[in-house]
């Protein structure tokens, strides 16, 4: 079977507002059609909670509350394209925090631009910094960020997993339709053992390919899977505090069974913020950590990233004694 090539790895925007506004969120004049039809991409279906709207997209998910936007795309989509038509619905002045994200693409030449275009387009826009997590030979997450003088950091938190090379008898449960897709919502429902979710939402694409958005009062989660065999990706993002991570980080490395993941954690700086970071660190035993880079961002944010580049095989049974390695930056 001839597979064509799709970019899983997305791409992702994340625009925080000084204040709320109430008619953010509205979409009866079609304004965030209009703005996810300008990255390339279009929305699927909706749900919604009193705090917050999540779009399901044909290239990943947009989420909206009323003094934020979220919004991730994957495939050819131009996502740096989206924020013109987002500024024109918040006006720039209003604008607190800018971060974009995007993962090292595994065909970056059918890209229409690079992360060096983008950073160059929100640098006329935002004087923010750049920043690579990870080594640039391995895999590696570009990352802009800007911060208004006068922003202050919301009490958040945001895990992020990002999945490469993926268990062929996981990635053949996606090339199927049917009532295997309905098995498959029911075994990502069991996320739900750790944050119990009040709106579900789930697309299984025809040929192969699935997504899932989940909320929670202002909380989200999202699941994007790519199985073709010729780049398989799957990644997994929250904002739902978590005292420690590693329980589900176990439970979605077992179900999925990749040959290599990234972990990105973010959160606000505060007195305890050190020790949610050590326990994310910590909690990966009988994994081969061969990456970890941590930054403090402009206004009061910690990020760390850790990559784990051979990791434990689940596939097989031979490999029963890796043991921890950190290699800071």
């Known amino acids: 079977m001839n597979i064509e090539k799709f970019e899983g790895p997305e791409k992702k925007l994340d625009i925080i507002l000084f204040s709320p506004r109430s008619d953010l969120r509205s979409n009866r004049d079609g304004k965030w059609q209009k703005v996810v039809n300008s990255s390339g991409s279009r929305i699927l279906s909706s749900i919604s909670t009193d705090d917050l709207d999540a779009y399901l997209l044909s290239e990943s998910s947009l989420f909206v509350w009323n003094n934020r936007i979220l919004m991730i ?50 640098t006329r826009l935002f004087p923010g910094k750049s920043y690579r997590l990870g ?49 498959l919502d029911e075994e990502f429902s069991a996320f739900e053992k750790f944050f119990p979710l009040t709106e579900r939402d789930s697309h299984f694409f025809s040929p192969y390919g699935y997504s899932l958005n989940g909320l929670s009062k202002s909380n989200y989660l999202t699941v994007h899977i790519t199985p073709q065999s010729n780049g398989s990706y799957a990644s997994f993002e929250t904002n739902i505090i978590q005292d420690d991570y590693s329980p589900l980080i176990k439970e979605i490395i077992c179900m999925v069974k990749p040959e290599k993941f990234s972990l990105i954690l973010s959160t606000r700086m505060e007195r305890d913020t050190p020790r949610f970071h050590a326990t994310f660190a910590d909690g990966m035993e009988n994994h081969w950590i061969t990456e970890k880079s941590q930054y403090d961002f402009d206004c009061g944010y910690r990020v760390t990233f850790l990559s784990d580049l051979d990791a434990l095989d689940l596939r097989h049974s031979s490999k029963t004694d890796l043991r921890p390695k950190l290699l800071q930056r």
């Not at 006068?150 to 992020?160: F, S």
């Open 73 to 122: 795309t994957c495939g050819k989509t131009s996502l740096i394209n989206a924020l013109p038509e987002i500024l024109d619905l918040v006006d720039r002045t209003r604008v607190a925090i800018v971060c974009y994200e995007r993962k090292k693409s595994n065909f970056p030449q059918e890209q229409p631009f690079s992360f060096k275009d983008e950073a160059n387009r929100l």
């Open 135 to 183: 080594s640039a030979n391995y895999d590696h997450v570009h990352v802009f960020f800007w911060a208004h003088p006068d922003a202050k950091p919301e009490k958040n938190m945001t895990l992020q997993l990002l999945m490469h090379d993926l268990d062929p008898s996981f990635m053949a449960s996606f090339c199927t339709e049917g009532k295997r897709a309905m098995d």
